[in-house]
């Protein structure tokens, strides 16, 4: 039964018609937003107007606790001049009594150099007879110690520490930990 009369048109099978590709952002972008970045910036800035004020402590601490030192190798030098010489007369510069000593005159024991001195050693009081003094560790005005107050080492072993920086010791100052 081949029928020529069916005439049954062949249509070609239609091919899907390419989309245009479009562009999604299904991949996000690297970096921080300027809200993060601000977020940062504030907990920064809150770290460090908490922990500045105690750096600064600490290293005025640490460089009071240099003085201390100073002044206690001073003491000792002072000791090794009335052994050698049955007196603590002459043993600031030059052979004066108070002012400068002979030695560390220039320079701190627990300091590399004048450049990095933070304290001035002076014999500041002595007695008549040479057998007593007083020794101070006077602040450098250019340095970041300038209003720390004065330490002062007595030839009888007591300590006073000027901590309020008023110019006297009082009673509750005798002691270089206060």
């Not at 640490?62 to 009335?82: I, P, V």
């Not at 320079?107 to 590399?112: G, N």
């Not at 007083?134 to 000027?162: C, E, H, Q």
């Amino acid at each position: 039964m081949n029928s020529p009369a069916m005439n049954i048109p062949i249509m070609p099978i239609p091919m899907p018609i390419p989309m245009p590709i479009t562009m999604t952002n299904t991949s996000r972008q690297n970096g921080v937003t300027l809200v993060e970045l601000m977020i940062v910036i504030a907990i920064v800035g809150i770290i460090a107007t908490v922990g500045y004020p105690s750096y600064i402590n600490v290293s005025q601490a640490t460089y009071r606790a240099a003085a201390q030192s100073d002044l206690m190798a001073l003491a000792g030098a002072l000791e090794r001049h009335k052994l050698a010489n049955y007196t603590y007369h002459g043993a600031g510069a030059s052979g004066a009594n108070t002012g400068v000593p002979a030695v560390f005159a220039t320079y701190s024991p627990s300091q590399e150099s004048a450049s990095n001195k933070r304290f001035d050693l002076t014999i500041s009081n002595m007695n008549t007879n040479g057998t007593a003094y007083t020794i101070t560790a006077t602040p450098v005005t250019a340095g970041g110690m300038a209003d720390n107050g004065v330490l002062v080492y007595f030839s009888d072993g007591r300590k006073a520490w000027d901590k309020n920086n008023n110019g006297s010791i009082s009673a509750s100052e005798y002691c270089w930990q206060c």
